[in-house]
């Protein structure tokens, strides 16, 4: 039996809000932790309660830039005290101050979360995990490994029971889910919807500094009785199982963690073209791009006939709930852990 490590997982956002790639740190490290390693959170003092033992939670002050000298400072100093076999970077930020940062025989890698317009902070790691093929296919690196993100698949719950999240909510019943941030597309969607004849309820998930103007768009409109902003839901997985249909309308995603999350509740999925979305997706469930006409588009073909989409997309729902799971996550980032360390790939 191999012997644990003791891995750093380095996290250098701000503190001020959790998203896919904090939940998916969350998620790994405790995995890990779970199969017996030794597991290091490095990440803001905001996130301390979000990382709870048998993790050990390491603060640093995050919301100083990337090349601030005391955050280098400290970080270097954390690090070496550790003494990790292995220091995972999540995302850009964090590869920054991990390449510019020496630690003896360590591996040091980094997961990019979505395709950027340099990669060089990365290229001084001595591997790099992609979380999508969009992704993996932009990364010049001689060692690169495209990793899924994965969920804990949950047992879908009967319709039935559903029913009374939302007894006022006309059908169909589409959900969207994410921070509300332009990014994310809201405001496209909102105004694709207002174009459709009666098309049912939309219901957007999330939270974020977009909401008054995404609200103030949707009382203008006159569609507070067909579009509801529900805030932040810590049952978004049940809402999916109920829902006739998810859309993901952002302009940009590295994964696109919603897209698994409906499948693996059974939801069919409408979804611009980012993300892990082609990869699983039939074609013509993708928009063009994320503008309002596009989203229109999509809708438009597809809602009226949900129970088709539903038969269409089966095995994209088995797919999702076989492959993009946390065991297979976590099973194939150990393994690229030890096999960077079999092949003394740290400097």
Known sequence: MSPPLTIAQLLATPGSGWGGMEQHTLSLAQALAARGHRVHVLAHPDYANRFPQPLNFQPLPMQLGRRNPWLRRRLRRSLRQLAADVVHAQGNKAAALLSGTE???????????????????????????????????????????????????????PRDRLAALSPH????????????????????????????????????????????????????????????????RNDLRDWLGHADACVLSSQREGFGYLVIEALQAGCPVLATPVGCAPELLPPDCLAVDSSGPALQNLLQQHLPRLTQLRAQQADAMARAREHFTLVAMTEQTEACYRALLSAGAGP
Do not use: M
């Not at 995990?129 to 949950?154: D, M, T």
């Not at 969207?176 to 174009?195: D, M, N, T, Y």
């Open 103 to 157: 630690l003896g025989e360590a591996v040091r890698l980094g997961t990019l979360h979505g395709v950027k317009s340099s990669h060089a902070d990365f290229a001084r790691l001595d591997a790099i995990i992609a979380v999508s093929k969009g992704v993996f296919e932009s990364i010049q690196h001689p060692r690169k490994q495209l990793i899924y993100n994965g969920i804990v698949p949950q047992a879908s719950q």
């Open 169 to 232: 909510h006309a059908r169909p019943l589409v959900i969207a889910a994410g921070r509300l941030e332009p990014v994310k597309g809201f405001e496209s969607l909102i105004r694709a919807w207002a174009h459709l004849a009666p098309a049912g309820q939309l219901v957007i998930v999330g939270q974020g500094n977009q909401q008054p103007q995404l609200q103030a768009l949707i009382n203008d409109s006159g569609l507070q009785q067909c579009i509801t902003l529900a805030g932040y």
